[in-house]
């Protein structure tokens, strides 16, 4: 959980609900959509993907996209239960670990090359988003980030390392220009980066799923996988109604366990994080924003938020090991809200929800295969949308073509997060970090 890490993060209605009874903003409005039948029985199949999260169905795509129809998903819940149907929609590039330590651990060219791979995935997730028509409710406007501190320092290393060791580019707003995009009186100067977009994950991951379908993919919802056996050559993935004989498996399951296979399982933490949207704004939303783009902070415990096409304000933010109810939900980040838009005081929260992401301790995605067909791709801490993207690639062209440009995450393997003991010191790494934030802004008066 770095400083710099960022969030990623079925039909119904979309009129106001109260918390504790509201799905996710994202659930209730979702697109209707003819559900995928559960599996029934057994057949065969050259790939079979667990988990149908962005980096199942982005393998399942790339896959269908290099002429392998021959594929299987199988998903425990819907497309996008998880979460890539619940983070904040934040779409740009990199990882969870920052890009100094990326650089330090492997050196300029491997780290510019990992960091490229994120920087492509965005354009592929706008090509995709176009070419399939997929109304995911796209803002190609930008992110900005805000430095909540005084001391510029931090913006002015990052902006300088991206641009000499990464050929990446971002804009630096001085205080009065970020406080006339952003209206609040709680920062200071900031980066904008322009090569980035969000969006309605749920929906986008809708999309991918009807795309990848549309190509002769066969997705089973509400077909949780029991057991993962070999069977000869092949792999046996049986659920409570069916099974798959396949010559490839894909583990995709992030945050919610596949308890398939215990090495894979034990080498995350799933670890929540928070969002809530607001009530429609109207004009209330220009006295907070002026900008189409979405906006975190320079903390470790930083805020997230965008604004939403009907005018509510999405707001998300915390990690934890805790899954709290809506009503806390809502309780936290209604808190943490006032504190940048005081002007919103008495604002009515008519979504709040709480998603499990998948962390590894060091802080990067889990992507490798153990050689007799078994693939796994996990762990993308809560900067998912771009790397599951990528991810999904690197699989799909491995099983399609025998690439192996998969092998650059190599060094990245897959530690035990010796559970629950690693819940205890990820969450007080966190309370430390975000008593070292405190402790800052109080020095800066």
Known sequence: MRRYARRFMVPGSASPMHPSSAPSYYRATAHAYPAFPSLQGRREARVAIVGGGYA????????AERGVKDVVLLER????FGASGRNGGFVFGGYSLGEQSLLSQLGPERARALFALTTSAVHRIRDRVARYAIACDAVDEGVIWANWFRDPGVLQQRQQLLAAQYGVEWEWLAQQELRERVRSERYFDGLYERDALHLHPLNYAIGLAQAAAAQGVTIHETSGVRRLDRDGLRWRIATAQGEVLADHAVLSCGGYLSGLHKTIDRAILPIATY??????????????????????DSRFAFDYYRPL??????????????NRSPQA???LLTRDLLRVFPQLKGVRIDYAWSGLMSYARHQMPQIGSDGNGLWWAQAFGGHGVAPTCAAGELVAAAIAEGDEGWKQFADYGLPSTHRPGGFVAAQATYWWHEFNDWLKTRLEG
Do not use: K
């Not at 819940?77 to 996008?80: A, F, L, R, T, W």
């Open 56 to 63: 199942g169905l982005n393998t399942a795509l790339g896959l």
């Open 77 to 80: 819940e819907q497309v996008g």
């Open 275 to 296: 969002v809530m949207v607001t009530e429609p704004l109207g004009d209330r939303l220009d006295d907070c924003l002026h900008t189409r783009a979405a906006i975190y």
């Open 309 to 322: 096409p009907d005018r509510r304000l999405l707001w998300g933010g915390r990690i934890s090991v805790l």
């Open 329 to 331: 939900v809502q309780r």
